[in-house]
């Protein structure tokens, strides 16, 4: 068993709070534009995130649509109204899921954001 590196743990918890900074930054711009529709996609732990963000999302009674798909459903029965006030977060632990790369090369040419 590898002992605890109290350094390198709160070395990633450093980063992680960088991250977050950024995720808040980002979150303030999407809040400035209009969308109407959001839709969560995912696969395996980060659905189900995703799942439960939605459910958060409803019980705020937010004035948009909100959906959670699996990746590899987004790209095969897309939704019929992805446009300009569709935002779609796509969502992937390692960041090299083959469906999540699949929807956001999926999405590169539609007018959502």
């Known amino acids: 068993m590898q002992a605890f590196d109290r350094t390198q743990f709160i070395n990633s918890l450093t980063e992680a709070r960088s991250g977050l900074d950024q995720a808040y930054a980002l979150g303030e711009q999407l809040a400035l534009q209009q969308f109407r529709k959001l839709h969560f996609v995912g696969c395996g732990a980060p659905n189900r995130l995703l799942a439960w963000l939605q459910y958060w999302a409803r019980g705020m009674r937010l004035d948009f649509e909100i959906y959670t798909s699996?990746?590899?459903e987004f790209v095969h029965y897309p939704p019929a109204d992805l446009g300009p006030d569709t935002l779609v977060l796509l969502a992937s632990?390692?960041?090299?899921?083959?469906?999540?790369?699949?929807?956001?090369?999926?999405l590169q040419d539609r007018a959502c954001t």
């Open 70 to 72: 699996y990746s590899a």
């Open 93 to 106: 632990h390692s960041g090299t899921t083959a469906d999540t790369l699949d929807a956001a090369r999926f």
